[in-house]
């Protein structure tokens, strides 16, 4: 009776697994996995929505490859614990590769786990420690910390001149990385950061760090952050009466960095690849109406179509090499060159990264609009 | 001396807040040997409540003193009866149970909350509008200082004061302190205990609320898992000053202010949040009910 049952298990078990591997050829399935709740829940429902967008596009197109696509979304709340295991939850979902996530913190929980899985994995995420492992499995979508710090820092020393830099961050793996190599490359320019400091994202009460800026009295402060605490950085600086120029970097640019700095928010600089509005490219602007006609409203912020580039390039890596083989398609997009992006052209390195892409210098006019003021 | 007099008001100013919570903390643990973990989540609760109340009531852009003290009256009376809600249901069927399944439903009552704000307003930042108070700027010889911190400030030191009066000399108040000493002998020299826990809840959660409000005022941007950091730090000020004493409570969470921000203005403000937690282990090192706690008989 009870090698009968034993034998009657395993069988369910095979038929259920044959079952699921027969569902798996029906469907491609893609990953998100993304802050779709937590602080930085409009940046992850808009990568969200962006992916859930393309996906249906190409499913009324009849999909890759004969085959539909399914789009499978975890919420890793822009927290590393989350994102681990989101991971598991993708990996057991079957995906074929993820898009996300938005934070390089929860990008890097997860990547070991996709790594080792064979799972593609495309993520915004500027850290430069990203790309340090040189998984295969791994492709940059945005453009890596080391490029927009030296932006930024030939912005300050060549073009501003400004005598005393004070540089801001919080604790994430991102916003330090970034904080400290900008100013190393203010450093390499001969320019002078007065001040280096860290502010805990999310108590809300900045002014004891910045009374301690002020009275250094600073050119200007420099906050590499995201945008949730840069608005009320910009607000309680300008409060405090400092009269120091604000530079964000590239999280900073979000309306709700806007509506946090309120009236303060004129005047503010901040530096980014080109944003959504202004990308020249005829896909760009299609992809925004569309967004636009679907949900209503503009995606949050470039990131997300950084990350829609991302998915187009797997996509395009399963139709041209036919197969869902992923070490194929990585191989094939470690090749990619100047594949046409939302973003511009889409060009991997060996280790994942993209190549190419400027950074411009915005300035925040009265009404909230950005003046690009030098690229 | 300007940098120290603005680290001053700044310190003083979040520190109002911190003490304006730690109360709520306080007087329940006082009286029923209670964390109330969910107390935090009640200030953030009160910030939406009071922004739904704004826009929706009076609608954004209107201003006046009637309108702003209305918001606060009627998110102060809102989120009372949910703090009596609260201890009707997660607080009074534990009451002869152990303490630990209290806190446990303590934690549960605090998730349950959270993740409530989070469905009805939605997990994005929702953003106070910003003439509520007027956005009057005071600089007196390189010391800045804003009409709604005047007002965070005053009108903490206004309720606090007028809460000492009411525990230290009216007939209510002798009976919380009674049942803070012992409640089986309160209850039979004819004090209502339930009476006296649910007046505990209703000025705790009110003063949260005033809290709540003020947090929304004057840093606009919040979000539904914000009171996890106004609790922690009010819940640390409450041990800072001895739980279960409402003046140690206040001084607690104003030193706790001022630690923060002559910290991170002098020293580091990488090691503020360290330096901070390694004060308090020294204070409770030398005194291990808190700066005022002393005996047993002394808490409210």
Known sequence: MKRRLLKLATSVVATSALVASLNAADVIKIGVQAPITGKYANEGQSIDNGVKLIVDQYNAKGGVLGKKIEVVSCDDEGVAQKAAICARKLVNAGVLAVIGSYTSGATEAAQTTYYRNGVLQTSDGTSDSLTKHKYWTFFRNSFPNSAEAEFTAKYFVNVKHYKKIAVLSDYSSYATGLADATAKAIKNLNGNVIYRGKIKSGTQNFTAVLTKIKSLNPDVIYFSGYYNDGGLLRAQQVQLGIKADFVGGDSNDNPDFMKLAGSSAKGTYLINVPTPDILPYDIAKKFLKDYKAKYGMMPASIWTLLNIDGLRAVLYGVEQTKSTDTKKISNFLHKLKGFPGITGPVNFRSDGERIGGGYMAYEVQGDNSYKIVYK | ?300
């Open chain 2, 1 to 300: 001396m300007d940098i120290f007099l603005q680290q001053l008001i700044n310190g003083l100013t979040v520190g109002s807040l911190y003490a304006l919570v730690a109360l709520g903390y306080t007087m329940v643990y006082g009286v029923m040997k209670l964390i109330n973990f969910a107390h935090g989540d009640l200030v953030a609760l009160s910030a939406f409540a009071g922004l739904t109340i704004y826009v929706e009531i009076f609608g954004e852009g209107t201003n006046s003193l009637f309108i702003v003290l209305s918001v606060f009256v009627i998110t102060a009376l809102i989120i009372a009866f949910v703090g009596v809600l609260l201890e009707r249901l997660a607080y009074r069927p534990l009451r002869t149970a152990p303490r630990l399944s209290a806190v446990v439903s303590a934690l549960g009552a605090s998730l349950v909350i959270q993740n409530s704000i989070m469905l009805i307003w939605g997990p994005n930042m929702k953003i106070f509008p910003s003439n509520l108070f007027p956005s009057t700027i005071w600089n007196l010889n390189g010391v800045v200082f804003t009409f709604t911190q005047v007002m965070i400030m005053g009108i903490s030191a206004l309720l606090m004061v007028g809460l000492y009066i009411f525990i230290n000399k009216t007939k209510m108040g002798t009976a919380i302190r009674a049942t803070a000493i012992d409640q089986d002998a309160a209850k039979l020299m004819g004090i209502n205990v339930n009476r006296v826990i649910m007046t505990i809840f209703i000025i705790g959660s009110a003063l949260g609320a005033v809290a709540g409000l003020f947090i929304g005022i004057n840093y606009r941007g919040i979000t539904f898992d914000m009171g996890w950091t106004y609790g922690l730090n009010a819940f640390v000020a409450a041990i800072m000053g001895g739980i279960g004493n409402i003046p140690g409570a206040m001084l607690g969470g104003i030193l706790l202010g001022l630690f923060n921000a002559m910290i991170s203005g002098y020293i580091s403000s990488e090691w503020a949040e360290t330096f901070t937690f390694v004060l308090l282990v020294v204070i409770l090192i030398f005194r291990p009910t808190g700066i005022l706690g002393e005996t047993i008989a002394e808490k409210v």
